[in-house]
């Protein structure tokens, strides 16, 4: 799920727990402008969503050189970078 899916899924629940249908929220929240959204407050919350993410940085540990199985750890390490990244968040090389 992209950036984007995952912010308009979180409106999507919170706006039906405040009593909206999914349609009145698809056409009168999300309408999209450019980047952002029509809505202004939605648009607002983009900007915040997306600078909270980009601020979110895991930093993964090195893969060391000793002998005992340096191909395991070389996949155990991308498999991090994929899971971490597939979550939304960015990965420091």
Known sequence: MSLRE???AAVITRMKESGFLEVE??????G???DG???GSI???WHFWKESRAALVVDLPTVGTEPEAPEAAI??????????EAAGLKVTP
């Open 6 to 8: 995952q912010f308009e």
């Open 25 to 30: 929220i698809r056409v009168e929240c999300l």
């Open 32 to 34: 999209r402008s450019g």
């Open 37 to 39: 959204y029509y809505d």
């Open 43 to 45: 648009d607002a919350y």
């Open 75 to 84: 996949r155990m390490r991308n498999a991090c970078f994929k899971a971490i």
